[in-house]
């Protein structure tokens, strides 16, 4: 059974940054394609970030693209969001999600594609 933490929430003013890490315990990895999403309230689970197996494809939300950065590190088990230039737009919690991928390029833009979430990490931005 795969189980995923986020951690690396708080509150922060608008144009700092903040790293979101996603620590995955269990069998298998590095057979599962990974990606970011967040929920404000009142609105619907928005993608934000996907990463494949492999690490080399990548896909990124408007609303972030140049700002954030997703990454994964295989040895340490860990995928990451690199948050920069923060907004208070971006006032969600923000979620980590694996699902079992055939293919080791491909990545995931709809939540209903993944299997497995986190219980997610409150990030704050004040203007």
């Known amino acids: 059974q795969m189980q995923f933490v986020e951690s690396g929430g708080g509150l922060v003013q608008a144009g700092d940054s903040l790293r979101l890490s996603c620590a995955a315990s269990g069998l298998t990895y590095f057979n599962y394609a990974m990606g970011w999403f967040r929920q404000a309230p009142g609105n619907v689970r928005e993608f934000l970030a996907a990463i494949s197996i492999r690490g080399s494809g990548t896909s990124y939300a408007e609303s972030v693209k140049g700002r954030f950065t997703i990454s994964r590190d295989k040895a340490k088990t860990t995928m990451y969001l690199q948050m920069n230039s923060l907004k208070p737009e971006d006032t969600a919690v923000y979620y980590c999600?694996?699902?079992?991928?055939?293919?080791?390029?491909?990545?995931?833009?709809?939540?209903?594609?993944?299997?497995?979430w986190g219980q997610g990490t409150q990030v704050t931005v004040s203007s």
């Open positions: 999600a694996a699902t079992l991928s055939i293919s080791r390029s491909a990545y995931y833009t709809e939540p209903s594609a993944y299997r497995y």
